[in-house]
C-alpha cells in the first residue's frame, strides 16, 4: 500500500518555473515506478513524466520534453516535477502515481489527490 500527497502547486505567470512534490508513505515507494499526470479542465488525464525505482530511464510526454525533469529520492520517499518555461497550455491538475514503469495511467495503481498549477498569459 502507498499513499501520496502531492504538493507545489500554484498560480505562475508563463515563462516562470515550479517544482511539484509528491510524499510517500509505505514501504513499497522504493520498489515502485512513480508517474507524473495532468488533466486540464474538459481534457483527459495524460502522462507527463514517468521515473523507474532506481531513479533510471525518466521519460516524458513530448509537449514537456526539455522544459520539465522528474526525479526521486528514495531516502526521502519522494518524487519531484521540476517545471521550467511554463507555459498557459501547462494548466491542470497533476497527479502523482505509483506502480510499474508505464505511459499508461492505467498501470498506475496507486494515486495522490492532485495539485493545481495555472500558468497565465
Known amino acids: 500500500q502507498v499513499q501520496l500527497v502531492e504538493s507545489g502547486g500554484g498560480l505562475v505567470q508563463a515563462g516562470d518555473s515550479l517544482r511539484l512534490s509528491c510524499a510517500a508513505s509505505g514501504r513499497t515507494f522504493s520498489s515502485s515506478a512513480m508517474g507524473w499526470f495532468r488533466q486540464a479542465p474538459g481534457k483527459e488525464r495524460e502522462f507527463v513524466a514517468t521515473i523507474m525505482r532506481s531513479s533510471g530511464s525518466p521519460d516524458y510526454a513530448d509537449s514537456v520534453k526539455g522544459r520539465f525533469a522528474i526525479s526521486r529520492d528514495n531516502a526521502k520517499n519522494t518524487v519531484y516535477l521540476q517545471m521550467n518555461s511554463l507555459k498557459p497550455e501547462d494548466t491542470a491538475v497533476y497527479y502523482c502515481?505509483?506502480?510499474?514503469?508505464?505511459?499508461?495511467?492505467?498501470?498506475?495503481?496507486?494515486w495522490g489527490q492532485g495539485t493545481q498549477v495555472t500558468v497565465s498569459s
Open positions: 502515481a505509483a506502480g510499474p514503469y508505464s505511459k499508461s495511467q492505467r498501470a498506475y495503481a496507486y
